[in-house]
């Protein structure tokens, strides 16, 4: 019973992770504009993410407008985009195979199969939390850059937004429930073998009588 509720606690940390990553994917803040400059007053904030670029006015109001061409995007917009797409549905793939390998479904009998399956759904899960971690390395190491290269302007300086923390978040998610499902598939497979006994048949004695060494 303790590996099958660690083994729903994997799959849950796993679906929340799942999850986290979609809404970093949507959300347009994985890079914010950086308020560096003497004047404290800022008419506006430019939000920059993987479909779409916000401008949010001093007044509240936020315009939003979808990249017209995906090639002329930079590389690592493009990256990010596949990845987190490719990530999402392996989510759900991953979501699926756990299921069906669950100890608490009855959709395979318990054995080697079930427990080979359910480290299946733990390892695509492990999986999309390290494709996930590219595109995130990746727009924190060119924004950390462009911050600190004196030969960029200070108005096109941008900081880390909301949806790569998210995402950092979301792949610790991941990563910490694929590993507890594939743990708990050690656990299932010892309370699933059971011991076979065989007992040698019964032979009757010369005066009818069966010999007590027979029993086991």
Do not use: H
């Not at 100890?103 to 318990?110: D, M």
């Not at 999309?128 to 096109?156: M, Q």
Request: charged share 10%; aromatic share 8%; glycine share 10%.
């Amino acid at each position: 019973m303790t590996s099958a509720a660690l083994e729903i606690l994997g799959l849950g940390l796993g679906i929340l992770g799942w999850v986290g990553v979609i809404l970093a994917c949507g959300l347009p803040m994985w890079q914010v504009s950086a308020f560096i400059d003497v004047n404290i007053v800022v008419a506006q904030t430019i939000w920059e993410g993987l479909w779409m670029n916000c401008v949010v006015q001093s007044t509240g109001q936020m315009q939003c407008k979808v990249y017209d061409s995906i090639l002329a995007l930079p590389a690592e917009v493009q990256a990010g985009r596949a990845l987190t797409v490719i990530v999402a549905l392996l989510g759900l793939v991953a979501l699926m195979v756990t299921v069906v390998g669950a100890q608490c479904t009855n959709c395979i009998r318990p054995g080697k199969v079930k427990s080979r399956i359910v480290i299946a759904g733990g390892a695509i899960y492990i999986l999309c939390g390290v494709l996930v971690l590219v595109p995130l390395c990746w727009f924190a190491n060119i924004v950390i850059s462009d911050f600190y290269d004196p030969t960029v302007p200070p108005s096109k300086k941008r900081e880390m937004g909301a949806a790569l923390y998210i995402g950092w978040a979301a792949t610790a998610l991941l990563l910490f429930g694929g590993c507890l499902i594939c743990c708990c598939s050690c656990t299932q497979r010892d309370e699933t073998s059971f011991p076979v006994k065989y007992s040698a048949p019964r032979r009757p004695t010369s005066n009818g009588e069966y010999d007590k060494k027979n029993y086991v």
